[in-house]
């Protein structure tokens, strides 16, 4: 392909917020030409009326039936969970290659589907050719991959910042506790009780203290023996912060130890930064600051005199969380420079 030569895309699900940050990331790739975009309750409306933010951007853009899609390069699917697990075969023909933003093909193991999701998974053969979108661990298997699955994102956060840690054994892989806090977008668009303006504002509810479903994700990709996550919804419209603990094998690991190993495996990695400062505001990761951003902000700090690990870490749930890690994805399956269209810093203040 030469380097000017721009691929196809569509989106199915075009509508909703991850559909949406989407197509904001996508209409500044200068490599891409956005060919359709679905959505059933808005079909033949003009994209920028649910998505405002892309007035003079999107203009042209209207909305289709998934009949109307016509066959892309590249097909993204921003469905709700267990959705497209049961269209994939009309998917298939749309798309030579897919990213998949739901959950439906991120567990390897049919049988986690049956116990995370109480379904029999109608295509398991697929399971294993999907390949998990996380640059970060995944980046050859993704440069070849004809078929992406991205993470969840309270997992993309959890799994970025233990993975080091994990692989390099240095905690106790029984024993990790993690408490993420998470924004009201990462439900999705449709309307609901729990996530109507009155029920809420101001609340700071605890939704998933156990049983939350991206454990799976979690210790299917850092190989743990144990995950304790809870979730908790906070009053914030983007972004997830993570506060895990984990106890250190050996007292003998110091904060420059642990910088060291995050600088091993993420010294390359444009999307990952570790912030840990000694003065100042923003002395540890914090959501704001990455709103908007594909960045994952992570931090640590070992209590005195213990074997105590605190690991703080945060991305934006629309953006690392779902349609950033997908279009970074995509940038490697089609060998472009993997920040392309990601490069924005964030805001300050905001
Ligand atoms: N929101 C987040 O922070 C986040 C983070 C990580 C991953 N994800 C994943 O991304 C996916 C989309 O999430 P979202 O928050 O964007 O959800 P959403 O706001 O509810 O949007 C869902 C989209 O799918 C369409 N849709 C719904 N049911 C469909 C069906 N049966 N067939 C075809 N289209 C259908 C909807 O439009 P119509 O109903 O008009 O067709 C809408 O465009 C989910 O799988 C979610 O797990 C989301």
Redesign the pocket.
Known sequence: MNKTTKITVSI????????GELLRILSQHPRVSIKSV?????QGKKVTLLHPNLRGFLDHLRFCS?DQLTKSDLLFL????L?AMNNLDQYLNLGQKIID???DFRLKDPDQYVKWYQIKHPRPQYLKKFICGLAEIHGPQIKKAQYVS?A??EATCSILSFYPLLKEKIINDREIYIDAKIGS??A???PALATHHPERSGSFRSYQPTGHRHTAEFLQQTQARNLYLSATAVEMVRGILITGQARLKNTDINERDLRKIYRNYYGNQPFIRIIKERQGLYRYPEPKIVAGTNFCDIGFAIQANSRRLVVIATID??VK??AGQAVQAMNLMFNFPQTTALEFQGLHPI
């Open positions: 199915v699900g075009g509508s909703g917020y991850a559909g679905t959505s059933r309750q808005h998934i921003a469905l709700p969970n959705k933003l739901s959950a991205c969840g994102c977008s990462a999705g668009n449709q749930n629309l969380g779902t």
